[in-house]
C-alpha cells in the first residue's frame, strides 16, 4: 500500500523531526510506504530542514515541499495540498494530519485497520478527548451543539484522516472544502467511518489557535450548511414569534377579564414580548442576508489551486537535499 501523507505547516518546523520519525516506526508497522507533502502556508522558510530531510526512514521514499504565495489558512492549505496531491502524486490513500504532533502517528494502526475493512469510505478521528486547556474544550462543545442545533448534523472530527484515492476527485471540485474541512466532509455525502483518537499535546511551540479562531472556524463551518441554517433559524423564529404572541393574548385576556393585573404589569410585560419577537424577526432576516450576501458555487476549477503555489520541491530520500525550481 502507498500513502501520501498532506502536512499543513505554519513555523512548526521544529515538530517535524520528531513527527516523521514517529509517522516512519507507524508505516512500519502497517507495511506502507509514503510520500509526504509538506505545505509551507506562507510562513518562514525552514531553519532546520536537514534534521527531516536528510535522514534515513525505512517507510517514507520521497517528500514534496510545497511554498504557498501566502498565508491562506489551514482550510485552504488543505484543499490546496489535495487538489495537488490528485494530479501530481500516485497513492492509493490520502493521510491528512496537523504537523504539531496533536494527531498522533500511534492512531494510524487504528485509522488504517477501519480503512481496509472500509476502503470507499472517508475514514475520521473522532476526538474521544482533547489536551487543550478547560476554556478552549468548552468553546468546541458550545461550537459542536451550535453546528448540531443550525445544521441536524452531527460534527465530531477534524482534519485528521484518511481519504480514499478514488474520493479526491468528487472532494477537490467542492468549494466548501477550502471552507470548513470537516463539514465539507460531511456535505460530501461519502459513506464516513470515525475512528476513536485522542487528540494530543504539541510537540514543540504555542497553537496558534485561539478563541477568535476558533468563532471564525464556527462560522465557516455552519455557512457550508447555510441553507438548512437559514430554515432552521426561520423556523426558530417563527416559533418564538407565535409564542410571544400566545404570551401578548394571554397578558391581553388577564389585563381585560380579571382582576388580577397589577398596575404598570400589562404594559411591561406586553413591552417585553415585543421586544423579543422583533428580535426574533431580526435573527431571521439578518440570516436571510448573510446567506444571499454569501452565495457559494457548486464547483471549483480544477486547476485555479496552482495560482497559490510559488514552489515545489521535490526530495528524494537517501539523497543530500538541496533546493531545485
Not at 472517508?122 to 482533547?130: D, K, N, P, Q, Y
Not at 438548512?228 to 409564542?243: D, E, H, K, P, T
Amino acid at each position: 500500500m502507498r500513502v501520501c501523507i498532506l502536512l499543513p505547516v505554519y513555523n512548526d518546523w521544529a515538530c517535524l523531526p520528531r513527527l516523521l520519525g514517529e509517522l516512519d516506526q507507524s508505516l512500519s508497522a502497517l507495511s506502507a510506504a509514503a510520500t509526504i507533502v509538506i505545505l509551507n502556508d506562507g510562513g518562514n522558510a525552514p531553519t532546520n530542514s536537514a534534521d527531516f530531510l536528510d535522514q534515513h526512514y525505512g517507510q517514507v521514499t520521497d517528500f514534496r515541499l510545497i511554498d504557498l504565495v501566502r498565508n491562506v489558512g489551514n482550510q485552504n492549505a488543505l484543499a490546496i495540498g489535495l487538489s495537488f496531491i490528485r494530479d501530481h502524486v500516485e497513492c492509493d490513500a490520502v493521510l491528512v494530519m496537523d504537523s504539531d504532533g496533536q494527531d498522533s502517528p500511534a492512531d494510524l494502526m487504528r485509522l488504517f485497520s477501519a480503512y481496509r475493512k472500509n476502503p470507499a469510505d472517508l475514514i475520521t478521528a473522532e476526538r474521544s478527548g482533547r489536551s487543550e486547556g478547560l476554556l478552549f474544550r468548552i468553546c468546541y462543545q458550545i461550537y459542536r451543539r451550535a453546528f448540531m442545533v443550525l445544521t441536524g448534523k452531527r460534527l465530531t472530527f477534524g482534519n485528521f484522516s484518511i481519504i480514499p484515492r478514488q474520493q479526491l476527485p468528487r472532494l477537490c471540485i467542492m468549494t466548501e472544502l477550502s471552507v470548513n474541512f470537516a463539514a465539507a466532509l460531511i456535505k460530501s455525502r461519502i459513506p464516513i467511518h470515525c475512528v476513536p483518537c485522542y487528540r494530543a499535546a504539541r510537540y514543540d511551540g504555542a497553537t496558534s489557535q485561539n478563541f477568535v479562531n476558533l468563532i471564525v472556524h464556527a462560522i465557516n463551518g455552519i455557512s457550508v450548511f447555510s441553507e438548512i441554517a437559514l430554515v432552521r433559524v426561520s423556523l426558530y423564529s417563527a416559533v418564538i414569534i407565535f409564542f410571544t404572541l400566545v404570551g401578548i393574548a394571554i397578558v391581553a385576556a388577564i389585563r381585560i377579564c380579571t382582576d388580577l393585573a397589577i398596575a404598570g404589569w400589562a404594559t411591561n410585560a406586553v413591552g417585553f414580548l415585543l421586544i423579543l419577537m422583533c428580535q426574533a424577526f431580526l435573527l431571521s432576516l439578518v440570516a436571510i442576508i448573510v446567506r444571499v450576501q454569501r452565495p457559494m458555487s457548486l464547483v471549483i476549477e480544477p486547476k485555479s489551486y496552482e495560482l497559490a503555489i510559488l514552489l515545489v520541491t521535490p526530495v528524494i530520500c537517501g539523497r543530500p537535499f538541496r533546493v531545485t525550481a
